[in-house]
């Protein structure tokens, strides 16, 4: 499977609650170039799994018009504090799929980069906004996985 993590792109500083906040105008542009860099490189998922909390939800939103037709699917799992154990184990539900583009937050998205490449420590990865990050592995188990692209968005 090819694992596409795609970190929130920048939202709004302050809001009633941190559920709610929404993308910056910056944060709709760095989503865009993410998309566009995305189909550019024929890097087309066949699903995208977006956290539930509205700027994961806009940045999804944004990629996938870009890609065209590409569904997204809301899982609560994925949610600020996702835990790399349970979110390896919720991804093996989508083992049909070729690949996914799961768009989620940090620390999340380090602890489970470094919990696939067998890294120990997630400070040995830091996920910055709007970052892509692709990892190829067989099967979706501690240690199993092969980093092939991890690209901050000021690089696309």
Known sequence: MILYLLRHAEAEPHCADDFSRRLTEKGAK??????????????RPDLILTSPVVRARETAGIVSKILGKT??????????????ERALAEIQAYSRFKSILLVGHEPDF????????????????????????????QRLV????VLQLLLPVKCL
Request: glycine residues 8%; proline residues 5%; charged residues 15%.
């Open 142 to 145: 501690p240690g199993s996985g």
């Open 30 to 43: 760095q989503a865009r170039r993410v998309g566009c860099f995305m189909k550019e490189q024929c890097m």
């Open 110 to 137: 380090s602890s489970l980069v470094a919990t696939l490449l067998d890294l120990g420590k997630s400070s040995s990865v830091n996920i910055s906004k709007a970052s892509l990050t692709q990892i190829e592995a």
């Open 71 to 84: 569904d997204i699917s809301e899982v609560p799992w994925a949610a600020c504090g996702m835990n790399p």
